[in-house]
């Protein structure tokens, strides 16, 4: 099956299983197809899917992670700089999708089953995207379980990080964390939490050999934390846990979208 049999067949196929859907006319452009196979893969609820449709899901994602390029840790050099632990931090600006590490970091929502708006901008979106809906479904197990100990209506707390597989991407885990959410003005609390998100996922890592993260800039998108004040603490943070735990870690990269977020780390990191 070429990649573009395995879209129309998801395409397809992700209609039909949606029900709603079904009758849904389909785009005659690769693109289009693209944004609405992404659209309805948002949208589904965690629930089985058919394993022949889930096997060309997969082959389909794994495809299109080739396509937008792999980036291992060999094309992501540490920093030059005196600063301490420069030679196990990078910077490094792109879509974190495509770093093959240990694991990557997803700005995650309380409810841990991954932004359902399709075709969102947010990491959370992208990282479900193309992880695949293994991964929704694996949430959703896990917070299964937690509402059994502690109550139908749990939430995950703020900097409590949650670990599942990769599945689809290239990293080999990733790890969910709920970020502080600022309305109005940024508190001491807020930064005290974001600090916890940084050194709990760490500390995550580390409990499960995972010896290289690429953070993702935690509660500075829809969660309005300042982009400057945020990374100041990021970097403090892992600093700070390096010092701590120096044999840890062998690579933290600060992954970053934008020129303007990766002008912030660089004047940090200098």
Not at 134 to 142: N, S
Request: hydrophobic share 40%; proline share 5%.
């Amino acid at each position: 099956m070429t990649q573009d049999e395995r879209l129309n067949f998801l395409v397809e196929g992700f209609m039909a299983d949606s029900g709603e859907y079904r009758e849904l006319g389909t785009p005659g452009d690769i693109e289009g197809k693209r944004q609405l196979l992404r659209s309805l893969m948002n949208i589904r609820m965690p629930r089985p899917l058919p394993e022949e449709l889930l096997a060309v899901q997969d082959e389909y994602l794994q495809a299109r992670a080739e396509e937008k390029g792999i980036v291992t840790l060999a094309y992501i050099p540490p920093l030059e700089s005196a600063r301490p632990f420069a030679d196990r931090l990078s910077l490094w600006q792109g879509d974190i999708t495509r770093l093959a590490v240990d694991a990557i970091v997803n700005a995650a929502n309380s409810a841990m089953l991954g932004c359902f708006q399709p075709c969102h901008s947010c990491i959370d979106n992208c990282i479900h995207t193309y992880a695949g809906v293994e991964l929704r479904a694996e949430c959703a197990r896990q917070m299964d379980t937690l509402r059994r100990s502690r109550g139908r209506r749990y939430e995950q707390p703020t900097a409590v990080p949650m670990l599942t597989e990769g599945y689809n991407l290239p990293a080999k885990k990733i790890v969910h964390i709920v970020g502080p959410i600022v309305d109005g003005q940024l508190t001491q609390r807020h930064e005290a939490e974001l600090a916890a998100c940084y050194r709990n996922t760490l500390e995550l890592c580390a409990e499960n050999n995972l010896r290289s993260v690429a953070f993702c800039g935690i509660s500075t998108g829809v969660f309005r934390f300042p982009k400057q004040r945020a990374a100041e603490i990021a970097v403090q943070t892992v600093t700070d846990w390096l010092t701590a735990r120096p044999d840890a870690m062998d690579c933290v990269i600060f992954a970053v979208l934008s020129d303007r977020s990766r002008e912030i780390y660089e004047s940090i990191l200098k």
